[in-house]
């Protein structure tokens, strides 16, 4: 079935039923589901005590994240399931889905009922208590429901003392009018944690779907982290944010501190932008589609996008509250819009010498055209508009680029060499197949560099690892996600009615025959980074497929590049540069304050003041430098660029905001003073 599967359409990458109707519907899910790993997954492992152990073990823990839910005796009845899950997959038999459910459902409302009683509570913040931080790994499930409230009543006043720090950092003020301050506050505090819990019932639609929807990912994430069950809306979302073009109503919404969704984006020439009616900072108090209803008190953001998102609901009716209070009633119907996000631009920074820069931000494409013109087209685009500039190198910064299509990094790839192959597939039935550039020459000779970090993953690494092998280009930054598996998005049956799941199905090597996956690919020149030591990479998350090789192929590799020249340039540079020592020490502290953070002190303002204050203040101390930086180097838009914005006067202050903030990056500044070192030291040869 595998040879089936176009190689470049691969993707390199995280209503109302009767209730037995649902049961039936979870067990038609977990036989398709079953059948879809079986014959397509890369590694599909066999369905016995171990899988059933391990997928017990990711359900439970995604089940309640955070521990805030679930009691110890809710677990001790569920460990009766953990090595049954292979016979109920084997043998098709759901029912036991059902207690999951109803005691998670119990839970949560047990929370609120708990939660609203504290309202009429008297809170002590005299010390009588202790907070406890510990890291994640060391939480543990509520004994009884004595612990519940307990912790409920500690996190409570541990958010009313947060919150009230955040609004004035004088503690003499706090001290002096604490106990009005803290009426006032208190009532709403616990409003917002209750329309938590009300978010959580009503994910993905109700607690049920929530829990069936985690099992079914648990089961795929067994096989892998990569692969992932889709609903119709999670589909579409996936889709959209892989596509340059998409049917949207152009309105981006994040939910405010008061718990209300706001719209806060409204595209350019999209539905929403060409309707007077709707505006930025209005707030959405409902959507409606096809009789179906979402009303926003206590619903998540991501709950509003999957509503919105939802290619059956083409048309809506946004119920909107303005900011003068009024009400409105707005329909408004998709049109393709551009995604701003996955849009290129290419600027031109000048230092020494005149060098060009490329921000790519996903491997997105043309999902509706089999010619796909997405992102190597762009990149294309802005590469000849900075060539009639007269650039003498270039800097690709794939920094947070989480990856995309193949197809498109391949493409990528290809413009920069002259003929060759670029990577290795291996499917699960040890076949491979070779990718390759097949269009002779390349559109820019020039000397590269590829700004890359720890959240560069998947798509970005393909054309690092080539660029790298190739000697085409230095690579800069710090070592990348380690994700070399490829996914297809397959349906559970033939119209998607049961959903989708986005499957593992092969893997990707480097030409040289070796593997990035749970490695990353390593930087010729390594940058101290924010993100270091956070294991957020591959090789970190359960159930990674492991490294291994295969048989390289021949290629036309290139001269090698001045590497260890560049290197002690680079490391002189950064050695005295205090930014990057301000990055290492923040680096730091967050680490021993969110992922280290193992303390207890006495729950009173003065402690909780000191501790927020603390890091406040080292935060600002360390971060004061980099917040001022300023690179020495101009820069400068083409003039094609600047003909187009001097048309939108929106456009303009976008373009002057994103060139700010390029000429503010530290990493951008040390990437083309390398450039700059690579461009002097060819000339010199």
Not at 91 to 99: A, G
Not at 300 to 328: A, P, R, W
Request: net charge negative; with cysteine.
């Amino acid at each position: 079935m595998l040879k089936n599967i176009r190689p470049f359409l691969l993707f390199t990458f995280i209503t109302v039923f009767g209730y037995s109707q649902e049961t039936d519907v979870f067990c038609q899910q977990v036989k398709a589901l079953t059948t879809v790993i079986e014959q397509n997954h890369y590694q599909p492992k066999i369905i016995n005590d171990s899988l059933s152990t391990h997928v017990f073990e990711l359900f439970l823990d995604n089940l309640d994240e955070d521990k805030r839910l679930l009691t110890q005796s809710d677990v001790t009845l569920f460990e009766n399931d953990r090595f049954m899950l292979d016979n109920y997959i084997k043998n098709n038999t759901c029912e036991f889905i059902d207690k999951y459910v109803t005691i998670l459902n119990e839970r949560i409302e047990q929370s609120k009922k708990i939660i609203s009683k504290l309202e009429s509570e008297n809170f002590d913040y005299s010390g009588i208590d202790t907070l406890r931080f510990t890291p994640e790994s060391q939480f543990v499930y509520f004994k009884n429901k004595s612990t519940i409230k307990r912790y409920w009543s500690k996190r409570l006043r541990y958010n009313i003392l947060y919150t009230l720090i955040e609004n004035d950092s004088v503690l003499e003020h706090l001290k002096t009018n604490f106990k009005a301050l803290e009426s006032e506050l208190k009532p709403k505090l616990i409003q917002k944690e209750l329309c938590k819990l009300e978010e959580l019932q009503h994910r993905l639609g109700s607690v049920d779907h929530f829990v069936k929807e985690t099992f079914l990912n648990a089961y795929l994430h067994y096989h892998d982290p990569n692969s992932t069950f889709f609903n119709a809306s999670e589909k579409e979302l996936f889709e959209n944010a892989l596509s340059n073009d998409q049917l949207s109503f152009g309105i981006i919404t994040e939910k405010n501190d008061d718990g209300d969704i706001t719209i806060v984006h409204i595209t350019p020439g999209s539905a929403a932008f060409n309707n007077e009616n709707i505006e930025v900072n209005d707030v959405i108090k409902s959507l409606e589609s096809n009789s179906e209803t979402l009303e926003t008190y206590c619903v998540s953001n991501e709950d509003v996008m999957s509503f919105t998102s939802d290619q059956n609901h083409n048309t809506v009716t946004f119920k909107i509250k303005k900011q003068n209070g009024t009400l409105k009633s707005v329909e408004l119907t998709k049109t393709k819009t551009k995604t701003e996000e996955n849009t290129v631009s290419g600027f031109i920074i000048e230092d020494k010498s005149k060098v060009g820069y490329i921000s790519i931000p996903s491997f997105y494409s043309d999902l509706e055209s089999p010619n796909g013109l997405g992102l190597a087209n762009d990149v294309a685009k802005e590469l000849y508009k900075l060539q009639k500039e007269n650039i003498e190198g270039l800097i690709l910064d794939l920094r947070f680029n989480g990856g995309g299509s193949m197809k498109e990094a391949a493409d990528l790839s290809g413009m920069f060499i002259n003929r060759g192959p670029l990577s290795i597939l291996r499917y699960s039935n040890g076949e491979t197949f070779t990718v390759n550039d097949t269009n002779r020459g390349a559109l820019f000779t020039k000397p590269i560099v590829v700004l890359v970090n720890n959240y560069s993953a998947s798509a970005s690494e393909f054309f690092a690892a080539s660029m790298q092998d190739y000697n085409r280009a230095i690579i800069v930054g710090s070592t990348t996600h380690g994700k070399a598996t490829a996914q297809v998005i397959l349906p559970l049956d033939n119209n998607g009615t049961l959903g989708f799941s986005k499957l593992t199905v092969e893997k990707f090597y480097r030409v040289t025959g070796k593997s990035h996956q749970a490695l990353g690919v390593v930087p010729d020149i390594i940058l101290p980074n924010l993100y270091d030591d956070f294991k957020t990479q591959e090789a970190f998350t359960a159930y990674a497929l492991k490294n291994d090789s295969i048989v390289g192929r021949k290629y036309p590799q290139l001269k090698k590049l001045p590497i260890n020249q560049l290197q002690k340039q680079s490391i002189t540079r950064v050695s005295n540069n205090s930014n990057f020592e301000a990055v290492k020490d923040l680096n730091q502290l967050i680490i021993k304050n969110y992922f280290e953070l193992d303390t207890e002190y006495l729950l009173t303002l003065e402690n909780v003041f000191n501790e927020i204050t603390s890091y406040r203040t080292q935060w600002k101390t360390i971060n004061s430098p980099l917040k001022n930086h300023n690179s020495r180097f101009t820069i400068n838009n083409t003039a094609n660029t600047n003909e187009v914005i001097s048309y939108n006067e929106d456009k303009k202050i976008i373009n002057q905001s994103i060139i700010k903030d390029l000429k503010n990056d530290l990493y951008i500044e040390e990437a083309q003073a390398i450039l700059q070192d690579l461009l002097h030291l060819i000339s010199l040869n």
